[in-house]
């Protein structure tokens, strides 16, 4: 048992014990020594410190002014939080709705989409964040998708119709056939039948090809070529039927200029143009045909004096089945220029017309690609 030989206890302190202290064995090593008031909530931080004389002293401090700021820092946050955890509840709420909004409206979208309103469209903030960048790039998708129904509605009405006609003559050439007693004109209705029946599966093999140039799956060969030789084959091939038509076809090709395409194809596309130069060029018309580079695209152009496309037949020019003006007259599928379309836009290129009536046509095929003179 220690005895105490010196205690100063000011006023502040009588509700301490302080003989607690002479139960505790002072220690310099050991953290503060807390005594609890008698009756209050306060607590006595003691500190001991040994002296040379053998004896030790213990200095003590009341913690009632750090008790007396928590508990006014504790009321000061329970007044300051409460209505900041309100505020900021109330403005998450509110910013929670302004960010979920674009997603509602696409839910509020997608709901009412049916095949007969494929036209709406999702309200934009223009805000420029993310979800108005989601918002733009789903009118985009439904744009792209209706566009592609009216696409499907159109090509199955201008197929039925188109199929029709050939189908009632095989129709009827078999019936007239099979009425002849004598069976003289079987071999001959035979042979009708057979080109009707071609006719068809060109324009059904035709109508293949173009979706699969507009949906990105049409098989491409591709390899280096060189593109004038290319032009200049088929222009061969074209330059006969020019000559007996009495049209003059003029050939301006640099030669030895190499791009990457699949040749079957875009000879295909080529051939087409040429066609229908020559077929809607008057006799004494005049065919271009000229080709190039630009940067590191290849430029195309087929120019006739033929009758020329109008205003307002031109944008509808490249659709399938069209037929208007003076080529409803002329004998072909109206499937030319869609199938031109479908392969130079699946070799990541673009084609255009420019036209006028009574002044002819120039048709340019734009193709992308690394090109070198060989």
Same mark, same amino acid.
Request: hydrophobic residues 40%; charged residues 25%; glycine residues 8%.
């Given at each position: 048992?220690?005895?105490?030989?010196?205690?100063?206890?000011?006023?502040?302190?009588?509700?301490?014990?302080?003989t607690?202290?002479?139960?505790?064995a002072p220690?310099?090593? *050991?953290?503060?020594?807390?005594?609890?008031?008698?009756?209050?909530?306060?607590?006595?931080?003691? =500190?001991?410190?040994?002296?040379? *004389?053998?004896?030790?002293?213990?200095v003590? %401090?009341?913690? /009632?002014?750090?008790?007396?700021a928590?508990n006014?820092?504790?009321?000061?946050?329970?007044?300051? &939080?409460?209505?900041?955890f309100?505020?900021?509840?109330?403005?998450?709420?509110?910013?929670?709705?302004?960010?979920?909004?674009?997603?509602?409206? $696409?839910? =509020?979208?997608?709901?009412? @989409?049916?095949? /007969?309103?494929m036209?709406? %469209?999702?309200p934009?903030?223009?805000?420029g964040?993310? %979800?108005d960048? @989601?918002?733009?790039?789903?009118?985009k998708?439904?744009?792209?998708?209706?566009?592609l129904?009216e696409?499907?509605k159109?090509?199955?009405?201008?197929?039925?119709?188109?199929?029709?006609?050939?189908?009632t003559?095989?129709?009827?050439?078999?019936?007239?056939?099979?009425?002849? /007693?004598?069976n003289?004109d $079987?071999? +001959?209705?035979?042979v009708?039948?057979? +080109?009707?029946?071609?006719?068809i599966?060109? &324009?059904?093999?035709?109508?293949?090809?173009? *979706? /699969?140039?507009?949906?990105g799956?049409?098989?491409?060969?591709?390899?280096?070529?060189?593109?004038?030789?290319?032009?200049?084959?088929?222009?061969?091939?074209?330059?006969?039927?020019?000559? +007996?038509?009495g $049209?003059? &076809?003029?050939?301006?090709? #640099?030669?030895?200029?190499?791009?990457?395409i699949?040749?079957?194809? &875009?000879?295909q596309?080529?051939?087409?143009?040429?066609?229908?130069?020559?077929?809607f060029?008057?006799?004494?018309?005049?065919?271009?045909?000229n080709?190039?580079?630009?940067?590191?695209?290849?430029?195309?152009?087929? =120019?006739d004096?033929?009758?020329?496309?109008?205003?307002?037949?031109?944008p509808?020019?490249?659709?399938?089945?069209?037929?208007?003006?003076?080529?409803?007259?002329?004998?072909?599928?109206?499937?030319?220029?869609? $199938?031109v379309k479908?392969i130079?836009?699946?070799?990541?290129g673009?084609?255009?017309?420019?036209?006028? #009536?009574?002044?002819?046509?120039?048709?340019?095929?734009?193709? #992308?690609?690394?090109?070198?003179?060989?």
């Amino acid at each position: 048992m220690r005895k105490s030989f010196y205690i100063s206890s000011p006023e502040k302190w009588q509700d301490f014990d302080l003989t607690t202290l002479e139960k505790i064995a002072p220690d310099t090593g *050991s953290d503060w020594i807390h005594l609890s008031a008698v009756d209050d909530e306060y607590i006595l931080a003691v =500190k001991s410190a040994h002296l040379s *004389s053998g004896f030790w002293i213990q200095v003590g %401090m009341s913690c /009632e002014g750090a008790h007396n700021a928590l508990n006014r820092f504790q009321k000061f946050f329970l007044v300051a &939080m409460i209505p900041l955890f309100i505020l900021g509840l109330a403005g998450g709420m509110v910013l929670s709705y302004q960010t979920r909004r674009p997603i509602r409206n $696409i839910i =509020k979208t997608v709901q009412s @989409l049916d095949i /007969e309103k494929m036209t709406e %469209m999702v309200p934009r903030s223009l805000s420029g964040d993310e %979800m108005d960048e @989601l918002a733009g790039l789903f009118n985009k998708m439904l744009d792209n998708i209706h566009r592609l129904i009216e696409g499907m509605k159109n090509s199955l009405d201008n197929v039925a119709h188109d199929l029709r006609t050939p189908i009632t003559r095989f129709r009827n050439i078999a019936d007239m056939a099979l009425q002849d /007693e004598k069976n003289v004109d $079987i071999k +001959e209705a035979l042979v009708k039948g057979i +080109e009707e029946s071609d006719h068809i599966l060109k &324009m059904l093999d035709t109508l293949m090809d173009i *979706s /699969e140039a507009e949906t990105g799956t049409m098989n491409m060969h591709r390899k280096q070529v060189d593109i004038c030789d290319l032009i200049g084959k088929i222009a061969d091939m074209y330059a006969f039927v020019a000559e +007996e038509k009495g $049209i003059d &076809m003029d050939i301006n090709l #640099p030669g030895n200029l190499y791009i990457s395409i699949d040749s079957d194809r &875009m000879g295909q596309a080529i051939s087409n143009i040429l066609d229908n130069a020559v077929k809607f060029t008057a006799p004494g018309g005049h065919i271009h045909i000229n080709a190039g580079r630009f940067n590191k695209d290849v430029i195309i152009r087929v =120019k006739d004096t033929g009758t020329g496309i109008s205003a307002e037949e031109l944008p509808m020019i490249w659709d399938r089945l069209y037929r208007g003006g003076q080529s409803s007259t002329e004998k072909g599928l109206g499937l030319g220029l869609s $199938i031109v379309k479908g392969i130079v836009e699946a070799h990541n290129g673009h084609v255009e017309a420019v036209s006028e #009536p009574g002044k002819g046509s120039t048709f340019i095929i734009r193709l #992308p690609g690394d090109v070198r003179d060989a």
